[in-house]
C-alpha cells in the first residue's frame, strides 16, 4: 500500500480567507461576536479546535450542540466564501496529482484539518474534489495526529488492506502539524511553504523533504515512489 496524502488550504489551494470568512460570518450570527479573535491560531488545527477555541475565547459553551450548530451554518456558508474570495490552486498541484495518479501502485487520499464538506465545498470551487477517494478530516478529532491516524483507517477500507511492513505513506501539507502528524503515522513528511509558515520554521520540525512548491512534479513523483 503506497498513499501519498494532501493538507488542503495552503497546499493544494489557497482560498483567499475564504474559511475565515465563513467562520467569522457564522460566529457573527449565531453567536454575536463582532469579530472573531485573532488569539485563536487556524493554520494546520482542525475546524473543530478551531471553532472550539472560539468558542471559548468569545464566552460561549464549547458544547456539541454548539459545535453542531456551528458546523451545519459554516458548510452552509462557505460556499459563498469561496465565491467571494479570490483564491487559487497553487503552483504545480494539477501537474503533480496527475503524475502520481499516473503511477500505479500510488493512491491519494486527503489529511486536512477541514470537516469533509468543508474540503469538498473548497475542493469542487477549485475542481479538484474528484481526485480524492478518502480520507481523515476535522469533524470529530481537534488534533491532527488523530486526524492521520484515521486517515490511514480511512485508505484501508478504501482498499480493502492493512498497512504492513511493505506500506508506504507520506504526507505532503504546509505547517509544522502536517510534519508532526506524518510522524504520529510512521509517515514521510513533505513540507512546503505555500501556505503562512516559512520554510526555517518547516525545516526546524525535521521533514523528510522540503521544497519550495509543488512545481517540480517530475523530482517529487520520484521521491514519493521510489
Known sequence: MRVCFFDIDGTLISSGGAGQN?????FGT???VDQISTDVSFAGRSDRAIALDLLRAHGVEPSDENWHR???AYVDRLPSSL????????PGVTT???RLMATDDVELGLLTGNVVRGAEAKLVHYGLWHHFEFGGYGDVHTTRDDIARSAVDAASRHLNSAPNSDSRFAVIGDTVHDVRC???????AVAVPTGLTP????RAA???LTVETLEDSATLVAWLTE
Do not use: K, N, S, W
Open 83 to 90: 465565491h467571494a474570495c479570490d483564491g487559487t490552486v497553487l
Open 96 to 98: 503533480l496529482i496527475e
Open 182 to 188: 506524518a510522524r504520529a503515522i510512521g509517515a514521510y
Open 199 to 202: 520554510m526555517d520554521e518547516l
Open 206 to 208: 525535521a521533514p523528510d
Open 70 to 72: 456551528f458546523h451545519e
Open 22 to 26: 465563513a467562520f467569522a460570518h457564522v
Open 30 to 32: 449565531l453567536f454575536g
